[in-house]
Structure formats: C-alpha cells, structure tokens
C-alpha cells in the first residue's frame, strides 16, 4: 500500500510541473478582454439608435468569429432594458488553421456594432440598458470556459415629442 502511495506522489513531482510549464507560452495570468460601448447620452422614446461595443483581446489570444464551425462564437443579445429591436452587425474574422480547421478568429480589437429602437412606453429619465456579452478566450495551446457578461450602459430618456 506505501509502494502505491509513493508511486503516486512520484508521477505527481513528475508530471505537475511539466504541464504547468506547458503554460508558460500564455503567461500565469488569464486574460483580462476590455468591453466599452458607444451610445448617446440623451435619447427620445421611440427613437432609433445606433452604437458599437467595442472588444479588446489581449495579445497571445483570440476569441472565435461567427461562422459554420463547432467553437463557441462570440454572440451579445440585447439583454434588459428600454431597447428593443435589436441587430448586431459582427466583423467578419480573421481565418486561420485551428486543430487542422479553418476557422474565423478575432484578435486584438473588434468593434459589434448595433441599432435598436428605444421603446414607446420606456419612463423618461435616467435609464440603463444590459446587453449580454458571451465569448471564449483561447491561446494557441488552451481554450478557457465560456465567460458570459452584462455591460451596463446608461443614459437619459426625453419623452416623445
């Protein structure tokens, strides 16, 4: 039983390093990906509005494009909040060879741009809207696990004119 016992802390010394050093091309630290929006400060009820979220990917990764492909994409959905009809127009990506696929990748900057509608019953005044972000960070070695988030984007509502 001690024979098996020492084995198994043998392979851990042996092991736990090298894949912990099969890391190092992508740092210790995950990346930190920087979401900021575009959008007017005042709107009116019933107004149609156009704006951008805009994605900084850090160096060394990428995030997948929409495509015909099995990896999960970056999508946003229009979430919570007074604007309704939402599109989001992606950027076309960067095609490049994955595990033997090619795939369209994001790197560095991107910008998803969108237009909606600010409802006909929002209340006037201040106002936020929750747009939800999905994505998933890869190196060239790893693959994190999809990450979900909701930008927070606030402004004023005038009533209709």
């Given at each position: ?40 400060t005042t709107v009116t009820q019933g107004e149609k509005v156009t704006g951008a979220i805009s994605i900084e ?105």
């Amino acid at each position: 039983m001690r024979h098996v016992l020492w084995i198994t802390l043998a392979v851990m010394v042996a092991v736990i390093p090298q894949a912990w050093a099969g890391m190092g091309d992508v740092g210790y630290t995950l990346p930190e990906i920087t979401v900021t929006t575009t959008f007017p400060t005042t709107v009116t009820q019933g107004e149609k509005v156009t704006g951008a979220i805009s994605i900084e990917i850090p160096k060394g990764w990428h995030l997948y494009a929409p495509g015909d492909h099995k990896y999960k994409v970056v999508t946003v959905d229009s979430g919570h909040g007074p604007v309704t009809k939402v599109k989001f127009t992606y950027p076309a990506g960067v095609m490049q060879d994955i595990a033997g696929e090619r795939v369209p990748l994001y790197e560095g900057q991107i910008e998803v741009k969108f237009e909606g509608e600010i409802s006909k019953k929002a209340a006037p005044g201040r106002a936020v809207w929750k747009p939800e972000l999905t994505w998933q960070s890869c190196s060239d070695s790893i693959c994190l696990a999809p990450e979900t988030g909701a930008l927070t984007v606030e402004f004023e509502i005038k009533g209709s004119k």
